[in-house]
């Protein structure tokens, strides 16, 4: 089946660190990849995709690459705000009608002063 | 721009009561999606529609029931409420049934408490 394996948080990083979180996935298939966010009391927003290997989403100063050869999605930001504190899921979704995100267990990032 | 809409947000009810959960997409999306996300947890696919039909089933009890209506909003009727349906329930809707294409928007959720 499809999974999705994500780096255990919580992350607490200063303002203006370096981020990155991990995740790696199996699949059947060749899954499309995703990175939501989830702020506190809200719903899932979609931050960035990539439908292909070697493609790079990027949003808001996110950024991550679709390694095929390490079925990776690594999550980076050069300089993480106050304001990206949140928790992120890596998901993955396969070819098919209407078939379902599988979603990583989600990272909680908190960016302090 | 037009996000999909959950109604209610909040939802409290005894155990084994009945709830209803209400889910409009965004306007012209044909295909809806359920997801239950458990305190900590991450969301778990439940069901979608596509077109009005019954697309992929997950992890649903039998308790659970959904449909999707001509006007392409969907409702997920849940009874004989257990403790452990307590939780956040998130519709997702795109725009045709490609899911490799197609992204999915969410809503903002419907927090479920049974007591």
């Known amino acids: 089946g499809n999974s999705v394996t994500q780096m255990e948080g919580p992350v607490t990083l200063s303002e203006e660190a370096f981020l990155t979180i991990n995740c790696t996935y199996t699949?059947?298939?060749?899954?499309?990849l995703f990175w939501y966010v989830q702020y506190p009391g809200e719903g899932l927003q979609l931050l960035l995709k990539?439908?292909?290997?070697?493609d790079k989403g990027s949003n808001k100063g996110f950024e991550a690459t679709y390694r095929k050869e390490t079925t990776s999605f690594h999550l980076e930001k050069g300089s993480v705000q106050v304001s990206d504190s949140a928790v992120y899921f890596c998901?993955?979704?396969?070819?098919?009608?209407?078939?379902?995100?599988?979603f990583g267990t989600g990272t909680r990032l908190q960016v302090t002063l | 721009a037009a996000g999909v809409i959950q109604s209610p947000r909040h939802l409290i009810k005894e155990k084994r009561e009945t709830a209803t959960l209400k889910c409009y997409p965004i306007?012209?999306?044909?295909?809806v999606y359920w997801y239950q996300q458990g305190p900590g947890q991450d969301p778990q696919f439940l069901i979608s529609?596509?077109?009005?039909?019954?697309?992929d089933k997950g992890s649903i009890p039998d308790r659970f029931s959904a449909q999707q209506f001509s006007d392409y909003h969907s409702e997920l009727n849940m009874s004989s409420l257990e403790l452990g349906d307590s939780a956040l329930y998130f519709c997702?809707?795109?725009?045709?049934?490609?899911?490799?294409?197609?992204?999915?928007?969410f809503g903002a959720g419907t927090r479920l408490s049974v007591l």
């Open positions: 997702a809707s795109s725009l045709g049934g490609r899911t490799d294409k197609n992204i999915q928007y």
């Open positions: 699949a059947t298939g060749y899954p499309s």
């Open positions: 990539a439908t292909k290997a070697d």
């Open positions: 998901a993955l979704t396969v070819a098919g009608t209407a078939s379902k995100l599988t």
């Open positions: 306007p012209r999306h044909d295909t």
């Open positions: 529609f596509y077109e009005k039909m019954q697309s």
